[in-house]
């Protein structure tokens, strides 16, 4: 027998705790998703990832947890407009202002820039090998 689907209460549960799996408030018992998970009667798990699945469909981007939640499309906007796809390294001293801005850790923005890199490399690949080829 299959898990029954989610409720609209129970969505609206899990997004009024706005924490992400980093939090402290996640970790141990009385954790805020496990609070969560006994009043839906649900597992752990299952209320973790239905609230990431909730979270990406709100417009957060990336799909990978960080320390400070999860990239919004306004963040991934303002690390695009200092890259450079040319091969050119990024002119140092960029992040820290960037990171300062958006409320997140150098380190975080950096990775970002790399993993935003390497999916439009992948995307202009995949445009290339469709180029000219029939349905």
């Not at 209320?47 to 981007?61: D, E, F, W």
Request: proline letters at 6%.
């Amino acid at each position: 027998m299959g898990a029954r689907p989610w409720t609209e209460e129970e969505d609206d549960a899990l997004l009024a705790i706005r924490l992400t799996p980093f939090d402290r408030r996640y970790e141990g018992r009385g954790g805020a998703i496990d609070a969560a998970a006994r009043r839906l009667g649900r597992t752990r798990a299952a209320c973790l990832s239905r609230y990431a699945k909730l979270m990406r469909s709100r417009g957060h981007t990336g799909g990978k947890w960080t320390d400070e939640g999860l990239w919004t499309p306004e963040e991934d906007d303002a690390v695009r407009a200092c890259l450079t796809y040319d091969g050119t390294p990024v002119a140092p001293g960029t992040w820290p202002p960037i990171a300062e801005d958006l409320g997140r850790s150098v380190h975080a923005v950096r990775a970002r820039a790399v993993h935003l890199r390497r999916l439009e490399a992948a995307n202009r690949r995949d445009n290339r090998g469709s180029v000219g080829q029939t349905p």
